[in-house]
């Protein structure tokens, strides 16, 4: 089934009516609870606690998971396992790059790519809290800027690194330069003691092979890793009309740029990066999704549900 | 085609602009952020910027809208289809030959004479020659179509003047002369020692196509001359009044620096000399000891030993005596105390002129107080009737001044002979001393009393206070100089013959008003006393080639005209050469051209010869002045070209009618620029409505 026949209407989803929410923790329940209700005939919701075998008790393991009825009938220590673990690590990895401020319009009420991915990552983190999930997040541009380690308890954190990184983004404070994914995520992957769950937010505007690379270091480690590429409307179809001196929002470049006479070639190129980051990183046994920034969060929800249970079989 | 002003085609550089705009400007318009350059840049660098200039239409509009805006400014006119040159046919020959006093330099004008006849000389049967002397201005000296053997005797017949040189009236002398000729060839001969002096770039002269001018110099190279170039009389003011100082400026151009002796002369006799050395190419100031002024206007003389050029080592002035302006001023019986002590304390001040003012009572004057005087105040008085009433309007009538004081009792009841002269009759008294006084709020600038306190910081009759005053009511043909805050008239004129009455309708001293307490007082007296006396600062000298107006040097005439009532008094006017020239002081005859170097002699018609008025003529200080140009910067001037027979523009010939005609040109390409630029507003603001 494909994520557009499971998309439900949610209107309310929209990232320019979510944008006038201020508070992300209510955004990412309205969005949640929205998007649960319009699931409740889905047959993927609870796949992750069926039973799946018993195992000898080995000291150290939490007493409470002892199955009782089953020592005493055999007088041993057991202990349940499920299909599914309920509690995963889930690392959220938002890139806070300058490249990712672009999209923000006041005119059309248009949001930018970063406070999409803010606002993806505020409702992620919520969804995957009310499933007693242990969620963390890192912000990246060249580097680690702010990370809130995996928790159950630490969606409050979470939703304020990101109202943080909102607001350093709107006072023009996030560091200029070229980013690369590959040293923060090196460093990342060096933290995550458990196994976890490893989402990717960015605008990937680095050769697909060095994404690949970037996240091998996340793979390598045992992590399931999901990638969620946004793109602002306008870097998918180059609309502009006028001749323009364009800068580059990372380094600051110039370039004189007459769109109509390389927009096709614009949009080929693009169309091919897509195309051969969804084919590497698919190759790298990761998710890849690109998504849109005018269009509803509920898809990236989708998306991470989808992936998530496909996770939730290896274990 | 040509172009009037051809500079204004640099303009076409602004063809440029639009292409920048649509090749760089343009780009550059906007500036777009964009997350990433990385797709853009893999795009070949070629696809990026090839094709740069869009909108071609509208850079073509813009193009041409500068172009022709440029040309049109540029003044583009059509030349008409010029005959060719002739160079065979009859010759139209004027000769320009130089008169000036520099010609008298060495052997100039024995060359500029042979130079002169042998351009004659060169004539055929068929030509036709004209002589034309020139020095300050130009004359034909020869009748029309005059033989070439007239012309010679013309020219041996000719004499230097004392006056200086200026070519452009002599090149358009002869500009006309041969724009009139028909004759097939035109040429111009001029004979001069082209001082630097006499040629100024304003001097616009053109010459039909195919005239040939050609110069003959007959300066020598070097010309080393001294020359008193400015003689001044000042009174001496360490001694006694009648002693001057005289004090003369010697200039050398070029003379090697050696003693001269420099003498003064005085009534024909040699009363100081001094020997000077003067710097070459530098000026001296020698200053003789003051000397006493001789009874009546009197002949001196400042000499240098003569040189190459004896007209200038001479320079002559005349001496007279302070003449005192008479004044006569008239008190009431009850006068206040010191009523009138303001104005005498003021007209007695000052040396140019000086005034002599006598004080008299209203009821102690007689008719011979007022004889001979050129100035009668009636300070607070009302204008006498009787004889001495009649006495006063006939001086009035022959040219001297009247001041009537208005103040608390003057011009109360008036005469009536004299209500049809006075220049307004006084009303009530107005009193201001309610509001902290009036104050003089309209002045007539440009009348004679007042251009003085025109300029910037030149006297403030602001600061004065009125308190009281009359209403004046000016009468047909007065005309009112200065006016109250409130409007009413302050100072009234009106000219009676050749005479002025003034009214005041303040008093003259500190008792209505506290003008006689300002510092503007003392130059606004002087002002007044000057004007209504018809005072003019007598020279000393004048320059050779000015005109003489009778009807303003007063000081002049006077002594042959005081007391008579006809003002178109004839006289004499006998010229340092002898010749007699009659004059009037109004009229047609009132001007006199002083052309020669020397001293002329104004009389009266029953004046005896040496008993009249001596003026002294000097040479234009500008003909000492011997620095030479090059003839053929004024052929190329007057030509257009640098060579001696060129073909010139030929604007000077046609009408005012055709030269427009020919030049309408620009008003058509300025037209089309402006539809251009029209279409361009057009064009644009679709494409910008197109593209946004």
């Known amino acids: 089934m494909s994520l557009a026949a499971l998309t439900p209407s949610t209107s309310f989803l929209d990232p320019s009516v979510l944008a006038r929410i201020g508070n992300l923790e209510l955004l990412a329940k309205t969005v949640v609870e929205g998007f649960i209700n319009g699931l409740h005939r889905s047959p993927h919701l609870g796949a992750s606690t069926d039973f799946a075998e018993h195992r000898a008790y080995m000291p150290g393991d939490d007493i409470r998971r002892i199955d009782w009825r089953l020592w005493a009938r055999t007088d041993k220590y057991f202990v349940k396992e499920f299909e599914a673990e309920t509690n995963t690590n889930f690392l959220i990895i938002v890139d806070v790059s300058p490249s990712m401020r672009y999209g923000a319009t006041a005119d059309d009420g248009r949001i930018s790519k970063l406070s999409y991915a803010c606002y993806l990552a505020a409702c992620l983190a919520y969804f995957s809290s009310t499933q007693r999930d242990r969620v963390g997040l890192a912000t990246i541009d060249n580097d680690v800027v702010d990370y809130v380690p995996p928790s159950a308890k630490h969606l409050q954190q979470i939703l304020h690194a990101l109202d943080r990184v909102e607001h350093r983004a709107r006072d023009g404070r996030v560091q200029a330069g070229k980013s690369r994914l590959l040293p923060p995520l090196q460093k990342l992957s060096e933290t995550l003691r458990r196994r976890s769950l490893v989402l990717l937010i960015s605008d990937l505007y680095e050769d697909a092979a060095e994404v690949v690379d970037a996240l091998g270091y996340v793979r390598g480690r045992g992590n399931d890793m999901i990638v969620f590429h946004v793109l602002d409307p306008r870097e998918l179809d180059f609309p502009f009309a006028d001749s323009s001196n364009f800068i580059d929002m990372e380094t600051g470049e110039k370039m004189p740029v007459i769109p109509e006479y390389l927009r096709k070639q614009y949009r080929e190129l693009v169309r091919e990066h897509t195309t051969d980051l969804s084919k590497r990183v698919g190759e790298a046994r990761a998710d890849y999704a690109l998504f849109d920034t005018s269009k509803p969060l509920d898809r990236a929800l989708f998306a991470y549900l989808a992936a998530r249970q496909r996770f939730n079989r290896v274990r | 085609m040509s172009f009037l002003a051809p500079a204004f085609l640099l303009g076409l550089a602004a063809i440029a602009v639009p292409v920048i705009i649509h090749l760089i400007h343009r780009e550059k318009r906007v500036v777009v952020e964009f997350p990433s350059l990385m797709f853009l840049q893999r795009i070949p660098y070629k696809s990026v910027r090839r094709q740069k200039i869009r909108h071609l239409l509208l850079l073509i509009l813009r193009c041409l809208a500068f172009a022709l805006l440029a040309a049109a400014f540029a003044r583009p006119f059509f030349e008409r289809t010029q005959p060719a040159v002739a160079t065979s046919g009859a010759r139209e020959v004027v000769i320009l030959l130089d008169h000036s006093a520099s010609m008298g330099y060495g052997s100039r004008w024995t060359s500029a004479r042979a130079a002169a006849k042998k351009a004659v000389g060169t004539l055929a049967p068929d030509d036709r020659a004209t002589l034309v002397l020139f020095a300050n201005d130009a004359a034909v000296a020869t009748p029309p179509n005059a033989a070439p053997a007239a012309v010679a005797a013309a020219i041996d017949a000719a004499k230097l003047t004392s ?489 000077e010939t046609s009408t005012p009618q055709d030269q427009e005609r020919r030049q309408r040109v620009w008003w058509y390409l300025l037209l089309v620029a402006l539809l251009l630029l029209a279409a361009e507003t057009t064009v644009s603001n679709r494409l910008s409505r197109a593209t946004s």
């Open chain 2, 163 to 651: 006056e200086g040189t200026r070519y452009g009236a002599a090149l358009k002398l002869a500009s006309q002369i041969i724009a009139s000729s028909k004759l097939p060839r035109r040429e111009v001969v001029l004979v001069s020692d082209f001082q630097k002096t006499g040629w100024t770039t304003h001097d616009e002269v053109g010459f039909p196509r195919g005239t040939a001018i050609t110069p003959i110099d007959v300066a020598a190279a070097a010309s080393p001359d001294l020359a008193v170039s400015r003689v001044t009389t000042d009174r001496d003011s360490a001694g006694p009044r009648d002693h001057v100082i005289v004090a003369a400026r010697v200039t050398n151009t070029g003379a090697p620096d050696k003693p001269v002796s420099v003498s003064l002369a005085v009534g024909g006799r040699t009363v100081q000399t001094q020997s000077a050395s003067i710097p070459a190419h530098g000026a001296k100031q020698i200053a003789f000891a003051s000397i006493a002024v001789p009874n009546g206007a009197t002949r001196g003389s400042v000499r240098l030993t003569p040189d190459s050029l004896p007209e200038d080592d001479i320079f002559d002035f005349t001496l007279a005596p302070d003449d005192a302006v008479p004044v006569l001023l008239v008190e009431p019986s009850g006068a206040r105390d010191n009523q009138s002590l303001f104005l005498s304390r003021a007209l007695a001040i000052g040396d140019r002129p000086s005034f002599r003012v006598d004080v008299k009572s209203a009821s102690a004057l007689t008719p011979r107080d007022i004889d001979g005087r050129a100035l009668v105040i009636l300070d607070e008085v009302a204008p006498p009737g009787g004889p001495v009433g009649a006495q006063l309007r006939n001086l009035v009538q022959s040219g001297s001044g009247l001041l009537v004081i208005a103040g608390a009792n003057g011009a109360n009841a008036l005469p009536a002979d004299w209500r049809t002269v006075m220049p307004a009759s006084a009303g009530a008294t107005i009193d201001r001393t309610a509001d902290a006084g009036g104050t003089l709020s309209s002045i007539d600038y440009a009348h004679p009393i007042f251009e003085i306190f025109n300029a910037p910081r030149s006297g403030d009759f602001s600061t004065a206070r009125f308190f009281r005053y009359r209403a004046l009511s000016p009468s047909a043909g007065a005309s009112v100089l200065a006016r109250f805050d409130d409007g009413a008239p302050a100072l009234v004129e009106r000219t009676v013959g050749r005479g002025k009455i003034l009214e005041w309708a303040s008093t003259m001293d500190a008792y209505w008003t506290s003008l006689p307490l300002q510092p503007v007082f003392l130059p606004f007296v002087h002002q007044l006393a000057q004007h209504a006396g018809r005072y003019a600062d007598p020279r000393p000298w004048y320059t050779a080639g000015e005109v003489l107006d009778l009807s303003r040097h007063e000081e002049l005439t006077a002594a042959f005209t005081r007391g008579a009532a006809d003002s178109a008094s004839e006289f004499v006017v006998q010229t340092p050469s002898g010749a007699k020239i009659r004059a009037t002081a109004t009229g047609v005859g009132h001007l006199v051209p002083l052309a020669e170097q020397g001293f002329y002699e104004l009389r009266g018609r029953d004046t005896p010869v040496g008993g009249g008025r001596p003026m002294a003529v000097n040479l234009d200080a500008s003909e000492s002045d011997l620095t030479h140009f090059t003839p053929q910067d004024l052929v190329a001037a007057v030509t257009g070209s640098g060579a001696q027979s060129a073909a010139s523009s030929d604007l």
